[in-house]
């Protein structure tokens, strides 16, 4: 099994920045792809960038050049700049585990952007 908690949610004005974390327990060499998600309210959650073992990454066309994911052996990090109002949702962590393909979820961290 595989624990997600994400922390680092807040209320930020336009233009601001907000680094979110998540902390990883449990087995956490099982664990290959990690990604950030998020659900603004009505809305499907999507995929807002992720990162594979080896580090290599890929970002939503919306947070390019604005977000910098990150990870070491027990944590994710999602570097939030030039924050916008559209930013405004519930941000999930997620990981995939390499030999199952189970994904696990944290429970979310709220990031409000007010313009």
């Known amino acids: 099994q595989v624990q997600l908690v994400e922390s680092g949610g807040g209320l930020v004005q336009a233009g601001g920045s907000l680094r979110l974390s998540c902390a990883v327990s449990?087995?956490?060499?099982?664990?290959?792809?990690m990604a950030w998600y998020r659900q603004a309210p009505g809305k499907q959650r999507e995929l807002v960038a992720g990162?594979?073992?080896?580090?290599r990454t890929n970002y939503a066309d919306s947070v390019k050049g604005r977000f910098t994911i990150s990870r070491d052996n027990a944590e994710m990090y999602l570097q939030m700049n030039t924050l916008k109002p559209e930013d405004t949702a519930v941000y999930y962590c997620?990981?995939?585990?390499?030999?199952?393909?189970?994904?696990?979820w944290g429970q979310g961290a709220q990031v409000t952007v007010s313009s």
């Open positions: 990162i594979t073992r080896s580090g």
């Open positions: 997620n990981a995939v585990s390499l030999d199952s393909g189970t994904e696990y």
């Open positions: 449990g087995r956490i060499f099982s664990i290959g792809v």
